[in-house]
């Protein structure tokens, strides 16, 4: 995945074909399987407190 711009000068992660592939997300796309349902990646959600992976299919959270 890449970091890209979009018009309005927010950043999103999209494919490396992007944008012949369709994929993107707000949260950096993390390379590693969810525990809980074998996706393929976990996305990164930052909050002040904490760095924590989220399944995007099933919601499952772990710590980095």
């Known amino acids: ?3 890209v711009c979009s018009s309005d000068l927010k950043s999103f992660f ?3 074909n992007y ?3 369709d994929f993107v997300s ?3 796309p993390i390379n590693k399987k969810c525990e ?3 996706s393929n990646y976990l996305l990164e ?3 002040k407190d904490l760095i924590k992976y989220v ?3 099933c919601k499952a959270e772990t710590l980095p």
């Open 26 to 28: 707000w949260q950096k």
């Open 55 to 57: 399944c995007p299919s």
């Open 19 to 21: 944008p012949s592939c």
């Open 1 to 3: 995945s890449s970091d």
């Open 36 to 38: 809980t349902c074998d």
């Open 14 to 16: 999209g494919c490396s």
């Open 45 to 47: 959600k930052v909050t």
